[in-house]
């Protein structure tokens, strides 16, 4: 039976165990942190990811998942060893390896002696890093202990990472070697997605191309939002008649205060920095990074206006996570908001469905609360953060009777901004204007009949 070690206990390397186990391998996960390794040996899963507790909780007790802190327990008995460690921004923009490279080694120096193990990098890695791994790796390997290295970058998005992980678009595999990508590959037939079998640089500059194209529309959409503002059109109609152009597809074109994580920040600004020192010129990845920041000083600029000034008022926002059905708050435009808000000596209290326990100790001096009817209470404006399920079904009535003044700032147009008017509420969403464009017809016409929404 192949048995498969995972590094790092993350995102990342919660699901890589989780699926494997889940098609009937035996996984072991390693952790630096004691602390995580005890709470999932109890079977407690230390973040919120939607369907991601019961995978963990049916195989730690079926035995097929376990952890550890220890590397010779889990390497020396694995034929695949994932690395799935965090590579954070480091100080120049560029990607930092020191836990790639503390995993590297101590991967090399407890690799099995007598046959081959193959190595998958799914950590989001520098291009040339499979050749940095290899290094590492064969520094510490014993006399006899062969191996090879497959990149196999992963695309999974926080908030349906199981579910992206069970069916996933596409496998992407890069090796220098058939016989390690065919071992790797075996594990994925299961998940039905097709596999492209490239050389490890391809494969590497495949998730920073697709993280940075992502990243891309999203400034796109955010840009011509700005635009729209200006020239009052409205923003979410001009996506809508985007999005169904084929060559263009829906995705991606949600106008907004703008993208945050631990991914698209930090992989547009490494493969600018990478393109930097290979003498490249990255002006387009530079202007996505400059939008995305743009967009929320606009956003706090813009409830200012609303409040005449924040300074003394008492803002509420809804949504902390830097996106909706994740506790992650990593980049969260919340965190930069809130600061810049308390700067200008707003007061504030938050709501979050998934990440308050996160966000305590990240920023003194907000006010929690149990919910957002809670938060928006007494407020002079609330402010709509991230785009929670829970937040459509509010009671917005009851809101707005609740609050000192009725002012509601949509950073990302979940609300129907005629909705909001009618309810009394000064409403302004991300590009949304309407000062000359007022819909008095559904948005579709299909057969000679009227749609509100767009046909399938
Ligand atoms: P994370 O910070 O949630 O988890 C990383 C884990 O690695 C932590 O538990 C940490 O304690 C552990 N770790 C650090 N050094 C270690 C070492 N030497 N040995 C063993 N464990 C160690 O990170 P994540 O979000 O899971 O991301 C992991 C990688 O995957 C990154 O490169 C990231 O860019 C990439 N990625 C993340 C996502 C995502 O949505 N989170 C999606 C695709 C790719």
Redesign the pocket.
């Known amino acids: 039976m192949t048995n498969i070690a995972v590094?790092?206990?993350?995102?990342?390397?919660l699901g890589t165990g989780a699926i494997f186990a889940e098609t009937g391998y035996r996984v072991i996960g390693?952790?630096?942190?004691a602390a995580?390794v005890a709470r999932l040996q109890g079977g407690d899963c230390p973040?919120f990811e939607p369907g991601l507790a019961e995978l963990l909780t049916r195989h730690v007790a079926s035995g097929r998942l376990r952890f550890t802190t220890d590397y010779a327990d889990a390497v020396s008995q694995a034929q695949i060893v994932f690395i799935?460690?965090?590579?954070p921004a480091g100080p120049h923009g560029g990607a930092d390896m020191r836990?790639v490279r503390?995993?590297a080694g101590?991967i090399g120096r407890h690799l099995a002696v007598g046959r081959r193990t193959v190595i998958v990098n799914?950590?989001?890695?520098p291009i040339g890093s499979g050749d940095l791994v290899d290094t590492l790796v064969g520094q510490g390997a014993a006399p006899g202990a062969h191996f090879a290295v497959v990149s196999n970058?992963?695309?999974?998005?926080?908030g349906s990472?199981v579910a992206d992980m069970l069916h996933p678009d596409r496998i992407v595999l890069g090796a220098a070697d058939p016989e390690a990508a065919a071992a790797v590959a075996a594990l994925y037939q299961p998940f039905g997605a097709p596999i492209l079998v490239t050389d490890r640089r391809t494969a590497e500059m495949i998730k920073y191309a697709s993280n940075a194209f992502l990243a891309t529309k999203i400034a796109f959409i955010n840009e011509v939002a700005q635009v729209c503002e200006a020239l009052g059109a409205d923003v979410e109609e001009v996506a809508t008649g985007m999005g169904l152009d084929k060559r263009i597809g829906p995705q991606f074109l949600h106008a907004g205060i703008g993208f945050g994580?631990?991914?698209f920040p930090?992989?547009v600004q490494a493969l600018a920095f990478m393109a930097a020192e290979a003498n490249c010129h990255p002006q387009l990845l530079h202007a996505v990074l400059d939008i995305n920041r743009d967009g929320r000083r606009t956003f706090v600029r813009q409830l200012d206006r609303l409040v005449e000034g924040v300074a003394g008022r008492t803002i509420a926002i809804w949504g902390l996570a830097f996106k909706p059905n994740t506790d992650d708050l990593r980049e969260a435009p919340a965190v930069d908001i809130i600061r810049d808000l308390l700067a200008r000596g707003a007061r504030v209290r938050a709501y979050d469905p998934a990440a308050m326990a996160a966000a305590r100790s990240l920023l003194p001096g907000v006010v929690f609360c149990a919910d957002a009817y809670e938060a928006a209470a007494g407020a002079d404006a609330v402010a709509l953060v991230t785009e929670w399920n829970e937040f459509k079904g509010l009671d917005l009535a009851r809101v707005r009777e609740s609050m000192r003044r009725p002012v509601l700032a949509d950073g990302r147009n979940l609300y129907d901004p005629q909705e909001l008017r009618a309810l009394g509420f000064t409403y302004r969403g991300i590009g949304r204007d309407r000062r000359h464009h007022r819909r008095e017809q559904p948005l579709f016409w299909q057969h000679g009949r009227q749609h509100s929404e767009a046909a399938d």
């Open positions: 590094i790092g206990s993350g995102y990342v390397g390693v952790d630096v942190d995580k973040i799935c460690v965090g590579t836990h503390e995993a101590a799914k950590s989001t890695m970058p992963e695309f999974l998005r926080e990472a994580g631990s991914c930090k992989d």
